[in-house]
């Protein structure tokens, strides 16, 4: 008889358990396989390690690179950028094969798929989401998808806002 209030109150705690896991927020924690707060040293030598990335040059509070593949997509450029020698925004520019706004939305609609709804979308070829901080996630984030203005790429930068802010105002973009 014992069996049965046990094997309920275990099927319960699981339960209770996997509601709260599938009820985490998502938050982005770091661009590529570097986390946020990544040593600038360790940043660069990951990405030298990608396949097709090559070191460009050093800019104030950052590293650009060039080439590689992005989600499956060429990759014109990576800037990463670092505040107190850590890692804070990740930015990358696609060369898209065809349509710049065709593979905008494209990204879109994986992204969406993969965080849900974004926070601002508008027909200006500008779409953001916010992760805010929880008992999950420590920091502010974000994550911007946007169609360059001046050439045909399409950019995303992934931010960790918080540690933005203490940098430079939270300014830090290239």
Do not use: C
């Not at 986390?35 to 600038?40: A, M, S, V």
């Not at 030298?48 to 060039?66: A, D, H, M, Q, Y």
């Not at 696609?94 to 979308?121: D, F, Q």
């Not at 779409?127 to 996630?137: A, D, E, I, N, V």
Request: hydrophobic share 35%; aromatic share 10%.
């Amino acid at each position: 008889m014992m069996k049965t209030p046990i094997a309920i109150l275990s099927f319960l705690l699981l339960s209770l358990g996997v509601s709260a896991f599938a009820q985490t927020p998502k938050g982005i924690d770091g661009f590529l396989d570097m986390l946020w707060g990544t040593p600038t040293q360790d940043a660069k030598q990951k990405m030298l390690e990608r396949p097709g990335v090559t070191f460009k040059r050093n800019v104030p509070g950052g590293i650009i690179f060039s080439g590689g593949v992005f989600a499956g997509r060429p990759a014109n450029t990576f800037a990463l950028l670092f505040s107190g020698g850590r890692l804070y925004r990740g930015d990358v520019s696609l060369n898209p094969a065809g349509n710049r706004h065709e593979v905008y939305e494209s990204i879109k609609k994986e992204l969406i798929t993969k965080y849900g709804p974004p926070a601002k979308s508008g027909k200006d070829g500008f779409t953001r989401w916010t992760f805010h901080s929880t008992t999950f996630h420590s920091d502010d984030e974000a994550l911007e998808l946007s169609v360059g203005q001046k050439f045909n790429e399409v950019n995303l930068s992934y931010i960790n806002e918080s540690m933005a802010k203490a940098s430079n105002g939270g300014k830090g973009e290239l």
